[in-house]
């Protein structure tokens, strides 16, 4: 299929289910009542998805509170009751983080649950994200291994183990969130990279790293203001990535000054082409979508790109979340017309 579509990852949760909530005060003591509702969610966010014409699905990330801290949770070392603060994204902003303190180790699966029952009630394509090494290690304060590399192939390791077990549940693809990789570019040159391909050997699914400038507060919006009119630290990046095996990359087109011929540097992978801007409320429109689609087409074979979301949508109202994703799929829909 040509153009098939997927999301970055996540979808806002159902109000029942996201917190803070009063409504959801009364059972947070009840663990099954939780998982059913977790699982509720995951069912929902899978059938919006396969309504909305999505061919690559996800579990919405509806078990998580945090993209990072919902893999962290599960993982042995870490000191949740001691956070600290830590700037993140080399001081971009400051937030209050847990604390690596022995060895590493998971406790178990991390993501079993939502994996199985995403993928025993869809027949579509399965997508799971995962956060990568380099982003994990600028979200975690290390008072154990005194040695970035050290801890990020640490966690490279765990990261392996559960992509594994997520390929056994019937995972499709496996995708790492590295927003870290536009931040520390001479790292991500030295080590990160090495670090993903770690996290990543040994699967036989399809593979994919999400790369962005970082999307649902204000202090990246800051930042991204004082970049100018051209985002060209990919430039920096592309080349390494073009010669790793991870497979797939995702990043940000649609009302992003990231250059599209960058997207040349990425030769033979396949391109996830942000058409979806979720730092805006306006919905939108299916040509909107080949536009877009249309202008990612001049640098990556049409045979290579798969429309999807400039990044999660979790901080979204759901009502214009789910609008943009039916934009998605009949984006997806009238390119193929238009562009097939």
Known sequence: MLFPTTIAGSLPKPEWLAEPNTLWAPWKSKGDELARAKRDATLLAVKLQEDAGIDIVTEGEQARQHFVHGFLEKVEGIDFAHKVEMGIRKDRYKAMVPQVIAPLRLKGRVHADEARVARAHTTRKLKFTLPGPMTIIDTIAD????????????????????????QADGVDLIQFDEPAFNVYMDEVNDWGIRALVRAAEGLTCATAVHICYGYGIKANTDWKA?????????????PAIAKSPIQQVAIECRNSRVPLELLGLLKGKVVQAGVIDVASDTVETAEDVVS?????????????????????????RRDIAEAKLMALGAGAKLARQKLG
Do not use: H
Not at 228 to 236: A, F, I, L, T
């Open 226 to 238: 004082t970049l100018g009119s051209e985002w060209r630290q990919y430039e920096d990046i592309f």
């Open 143 to 166: 008072q154990y291994y005194g040695d970035r590399v050290k801890m990020a192939f640490a966690f490279a390791e765990l990261l392996n183990e559960e992509a594994r077990a997520l």
């Open 292 to 316: 877009v689609i249309d202008a990612v087409a001049k640098f990556v074979p049409k045979s290579n790109i798969v429309p999807t979301t400039n990044c999660g949508m979790a901080p979204m």
